[in-house]
């Protein structure tokens, strides 16, 4: 009996909600305010229109995600957009760069993280610390493996947690703190080329924060009533975090002040320190910690579909093809992920391959928003349940936002940026060598059907 090859639908939409805000919500919102009020030169009225401006931006890639998604609700999510939209050599290079940097890369850096954090609470010498990422690892591989109804259900408690215990505690800065009492002027006098300059760098760091929105398209494949649940799911979902990181911010300046939170390289546990005291340390920490664990189930949630859906195509192993008989999860491609993500964690290479690689996911996120125009065209009269509002101006916007941030990488940062996109470009070989290796394999089962189906004339 062949292992079955479909998903089951079991998601709804607070599912889709909380895993769209437990995936994106990692360490960035507690460690990146800082660093944008330092380049907006303290500016409180710019530090916090980067932060709106960045996540509308968002909005709008999720709007025209939304449209996709509810077209065609499979579980290769932006894989398949790009696929269908520029063929599938595009589509395998971002599968290629997810797999082996940028999904497990992110993985590791967040086992690590949590180790880190853990550190802070109880002593952790540096071999436990790395016995203790990849015990995170195995336990999110676990969870997920056996089903996704229970990876979901984990999901929405840790998200909860996390999502309301950074709302109260920002809420808890901004009526406690006194940062405000000399915030300086909310605006720059004059709008020079330097604070324009530096608006444009912060947005950079925000659009960092605010990324992993995508990878909710992959569970669209496994979504109840997809057309209705996923579009209102990706888009309420990503405005919540738009209102979540504003306030945030509001509570750290309320906390130190413009200056103050611009000098800090750890604004979260600067802030609840400052106003609620050393022991709000502890509880920080457990936040994070709960932070952490919930974006990495996400990932381990998410990704793996789509190294499921390259298997379906016959580009990449064929095995991440199946599912699960007694858990319905495409368990393979689970497992393969948690163990390249565990290497990654132990050697420590993450760090330098996230650095050459993640900007370069802009590309294809990018390249995902273009393919609505692809769909519009060749399919001008198909039915779409959920249809972007403000096209074709919404699409337009979040394409020249990833652009800008891609390009703006290559000025910066040109070793980088090449070192990176050559890694993206090995995977052109190994796309052509699995697509030859799958016809073969398609050829062989043709023919022992043909000799094994007996003609009319035989019997």
Known sequence: MSAPTTLRRTL?????????????IGSGIFLVPGVVLRQTGSSVGVALSVWVVGGVLSFLGALT???LGAMHPDAGGLYSYIRDA???LLAFLYGWASFFVIASGSVATLA???STYLGQILPVTPLVAKLISVAVIIVITAVNVRGTRGSANIENWTTSAKVGALFLLSLALIAIGHGWRNPGPLWPATFTPSVLTGAGTAMIGVLWAYEGWQYVTFSAGETKDPQRVFPRAIAIATFALIVLYVVANAGYIAALGPAGAALSDHVAADASRTVLGSASGVLLSAL????????????MMTAPRLYYSMARDGVFFARLATVNERFGTPAAAIVLLAIWSAILAISGTFEQLLTYVVFAGWIFYGLGALSIFASRRRQPDAVRPFRTP???????????????LVLNTMREQPTRALIGLAAVAIGTPA????R??????????????????PTDHEG
Request: glycine share 8%; charged share 10%; no cysteine.
């Open 12 to 24: 709804g939409f607070t599912d889709l909600v909380m895993l769209t805000l437990g995936t994106v």
């Open 65 to 67: 995600y939304a449209e």
């Open 86 to 88: 520029f063929g599938p």
């Open 112 to 114: 690590v993280a949590f």
């Open 288 to 299: 994070v910690l709960v932070s952490i664990f919930s974006a990495a189930n996400g990932l």
């Open 390 to 404: 403000g096209y074709p101006i919404t699409p337009i916007l979040f394409v020249a936002s990833a652009a800008a």
């Open 431 to 434: 796309f052509y060598v699995w």
């Open 436 to 453: 030859a290796l799958s016809r073969r394999a398609a050829t062989r089962v043709a023919r022992v059907h043909a000799v094994a189906v």
